[in-house]
């Protein structure tokens, strides 16, 4: 496998994602262990673009928890009703940030987090199996561009679930 990633410099985000994705896809395609796929897909998005928080929330025993992720300690369990991440859960949907404090329920796992984008990861049968969580430390820093492309790469992992 690749031993370190080629990340291009001084570009847009959206180039920077094209750059990412094959190496990600080569990486994911070699590796049938879900933890360490998601390992580093959250170590790639972090070093690709110095997010605050990259991470992922697993459904286990009834609520989300916290799994593979790079940046600060962080909560540890979510409520399905909870927070952002609850929030793409049971609505099944990705949802976009742009000022967390504006955010009914917003839940601070770190004061610095100032924006942030869910992504939900779905089973073969529909349902979530877990979450993708990027947080960052300036506001409004996601977009439909992140939206698109972070979800490409889930769908990488979807396929293995
Ligand atoms: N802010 C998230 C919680 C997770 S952390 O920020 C890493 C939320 O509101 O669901």
């Known amino acids: 496998m690749a031993e370190e990633l080629l990340v291009p410099t001084d570009t847009d985000r959206a180039t920077v994602y094209n750059a990412l994705f094959p190496q990600i896809q080569a990486l994911v395609e070699t590796e049938s262990d879900l933890i360490a796929n998601l390992a580093n897909i959250s170590a790639a998005l972090k070093e690709a673009f110095g997010f605050f928080w990259v991470g992922f929330y697993i459904v286990k025993e009834g609520q989300l928890v916290l799994g593979p992720f790079q940046g600060p300690i962080?909560?540890?369990?979510?409520?399905?009703?909870?927070?952002?991440?609850?929030?793409?859960?049971?609505?099944?949907?990705?949802?976009?940030?742009?000022?967390?404090?504006?955010?009914?329920?917003?839940?601070?796992?770190?004061?610095?987090?100032?924006?942030?984008?869910?992504?939900?990861?779905?089973?073969?049968?529909?349902?979530?199996?877990?979450?993708?969580?990027?947080?960052?430390?300036?506001?409004d820093d996601f977009s439909e561009v992140d939206a698109a492309h972070l979800g490409k790469i889930l769908k990488l992992i979807e396929r293995k679930l």
């Open 74 to 139: 962080a909560c540890t369990r979510i409520a399905f009703n909870k927070g952002v991440c609850g929030a793409s859960y049971s609505q099944q949907k990705t949802i976009v940030v742009p000022d967390v404090e504006a955010f009914p329920g917003h839940i601070a796992c770190n004061s610095a987090s100032k924006s942030e984008i869910v992504l939900p990861v779905f089973h073969r049968n529909g349902t979530v199996a877990m979450v993708l969580d990027v947080d960052s430390d300036q506001l």
